[in-house]
């Protein structure tokens, strides 16, 4: 009589065990995929992305999107290949960069086009013109933006790399390692720029004839992420439309929430405002600057080449297309 009551008892244990692995299997699958969050990383200078966050505008077109902090688009580039976030924004170069080593990564918009990327001196180094920089320590973030100017910068004007000493720093250290003297000259960012003109107050020079140099700010994703996240993704984009349109026509209240986000002065925010053009799109001009990124970078032995590379075949156009056809202006 025992053992047969251990045995029914048995029974419905395992009859309980079995239904709760169903019921977990079955929640684990389909629950989680409903409730899954999208990672995206992005620097202070993707406004757009910070507007619409703040907004809910992520929210209001159905996806659950958790926004980091990076403080430059080459971190959260790295963040993207190594699997710690689903989709990055970062320059254009920070992109081909990351894609001349990792081939499964697509671009699926531009955000803005920028030219805050600023060259900028100590005034008590003797430093006031590009023929000055000889010798001297220029701290830079490699592999990002920053890097290709420079060396256009200093190509332009007869300077080879190897006349002056590159210093890789993170943009938060480059304000700190100029402020303190540790180099002498840098290119970086904003707010970096500002946090650095602020630090050296009157011993704070910006170099000449850099307005020329405009860049993209893009969003770009893993191959096999953006195949299976297809709705996600036009989401995304839905969201960072309507934070476009909200800073065209209420740039006032888009300023004092990208300050506020970060910390700012309204006064430098306004100031530099008109240093962006926010706009959600993928234009042809876009693909003819990779190209020549991506020159550079091989030439300098920065990159392997890994094979012939077709960057309109890395352009994801098809969730823009879906959402704003008109915003998609390739020639194919």
């Known amino acids: 009589m025992n053992v047969a009551r251990q045995l029914i008892r048995a029974r419905a244990r395992f009859v309980i065990f079995a239904a709760c692995a169903i019921c977990c299997a079955v929640l684990g699958s389909s629950g989680r995929a409903h409730a899954e969050k999208v990672l995206i990383g992005s620097t202070p200078t993707g406004h757009l992305m910070w507007i619409a966050d703040k907004k809910g505008y992520f929210d209001a077109n159905g996806v659950d999107v958790k926004l980091l902090e990076f403080s430059s688009g080459v971190t959260a580039s790295k963040a993207l290949a190594s699997g710690e976030i689903d989709l990055a924004n970062s320059s254009e170069f920070a992109f081909v960069s990351n894609l001349l080593a990792n081939r499964g990564l697509k671009l699926v918009a531009s955000i803005a086009r920028a030219n805050s990327a600023t060259l900028f001196a100590r005034r008590d180094r003797g430093i006031a013109h590009v023929g000055d920089l000889p010798g001297k320590k220029i701290g830079v973030t490699r592999r990002g933006i920053g890097e290709f100017f420079l060396g256009e910068y200093l190509a332009i004007n007869g300077i080879v790399k190897e006349d002056v000493t590159l210093v890789d720093l993170r943009a938060p250290d480059i304000v700190d390692a100029i402020a303190g003297g540790r180099i ?43 195949e299976t996240h297809r709705s996600d993704m036009r989401g995304i984009l839905r969201g960072l439309i309507d934070a476009e349109q909200y800073a065209a026509e209420y740039p006032q209240e888009a300023q004092q929430i990208i300050a506020e986000r970060f910390r700012l002065e309204l006064g430098f925010v306004r100031e530099t405002w008109t240093k962006y053009i926010r706009e959600v799109t993928i234009q042809q001009n876009l693909i003819s600057l990779m190209e020549r990124e991506a020159q550079w970078l091989i030439e300098g032995g920065r990159a392997d080449t890994g094979g012939a590379m077709d960057f309109l075949a890395v352009v994801d156009s098809e969730p823009l297309s879906d959402v704003a056809p008109d915003a998609v202006k390739l020639i194919k």
């Open 184 to 226: 002498d000259a840098a290119i970086t960012w904003e707010p970096f720029v500002y946090k650095s003109q602020t630090a050296l107050g009157d011993k704070f020079v910006q170099l000449p004839e850099q307005d020329s140099y405009y860049y993209h700010f893009v969003l770009a994703g893993k191959e096999t992420w953006l």
